[in-house]
């Protein structure tokens, strides 16, 4: 796919895998709109956008308020005039035991992570059909691939959206619209300060630009996915899928101290 001058909306672009992709997009000269909800790191962000070159329309708002998948995506049209990729990243998590955690802390997760993005997808439907090259690109997680203890709502939702990918681009097919489904797994990011799993409870954690540098590979080769994790990640998505009740009993000598060290992860 050619990048230069493409209409590309990014969400959760003021920090992150966001930022890291809207940085690296940068390179090939797009007109990128960038939304989240702070003013200040998006300014950021745009500024270091048109630095490179490319164009940078801000739009601040909060993706879960009734109304603002369409705003943002008329705001998106008003700037540039289209549509051409839209990716869905965006994200909150909150770890913990199920039942130790609020009912809005649940809701919130699947609002951002699964309905903000559903409908926004909507929204730009119209638009990335006008272009011609239509894309979604939707940021799911390692932990959409394989479900991890004490991220049963956040699992939930990085599943779902993975799963409204895939149904969605065999909807689409052949109808000029693609879509990418990213798996990142433990990534240095915002979203993950205040959790403190590291390699013992099996979290290996790499830079956002590693993330959004085969992302965009993946956008230029028309790919399916995108599986961060290497040759470990996916031996461990094959034995998950073969013989799940092994992972259970791996996992299972990792529980307490993966406990002890995620019942405070929260970007809510």
Not at 11 to 32: D, F, K, M, N, V
Request: proline fraction near 5%; include cysteine.
């Amino acid at each position: 796919m050619e990048l230069k001058n493409a209409l590309i909306l990014i969400t959760g672009a003021g920090s992150g895998i966001g930022q890291a992709l809207a940085l690296r997009l940068a390179e090939h000269t797009p007109r990128l709109t960038l939304v989240g909800r702070r003013q200040q790191p998006l300014d950021e962000c745009a500024d270091r956008v048109r630095a490179q070159g490319a164009q940078a329309n801000v739009v601040t708002a909060d993706l879960t308020e009734p109304g603002v998948p369409e705003t943002v995506v008329a705001s998106a049209r008003a700037a540039f005039g289209g549509i051409d990729i839209l990716v869905n990243n965006a994200g909150n998590v909150r770890a913990g035991r199920l039942e130790s955690i609020e009912k809005s802390e649940v809701v919130a997760q699947v609002a951002l992570n699964l309905t903000a993005p559903i409908l926004l997808t909507r929204a730009a439907l119209p638009s990335l059909r006008e272009s011609d090259r239509g894309l979604v690109v939707n940021i799911s997680s390692g932990i959409g691939l394989i479900a991890m203890p004490f991220y049963a709502t956040y699992a939930a939702t990085k599943a779902g959206i993975a799963h409204f990918g895939e149904a969605l681009r065999r909807e689409l097919y052949g109808e000029g619209v693609h879509v990418l489904t990213v798996y990142p797994g433990a990534t240095s990011t915002p979203m993950m300060e205040s959790s403190k799993a590291g390699v013992a409870e099996g979290f290996e954690y790499e830079p956002p630009e590693a993330v959004a540098e085969a992302t965009v590979e993946a956008i230029l080769d028309g790919s399916l996915t995108v599986v961060r994790g290497g040759q470990r990640r996916r031996d461990m998505i094959a034995t998950n899928r073969e013989d799940p009740a092994s992972v259970d009993r791996m996992l299972a000598e990792r529980k307490p101290l993966l406990e002890k060290s995620v019942e405070g992860h929260s970007s809510l």
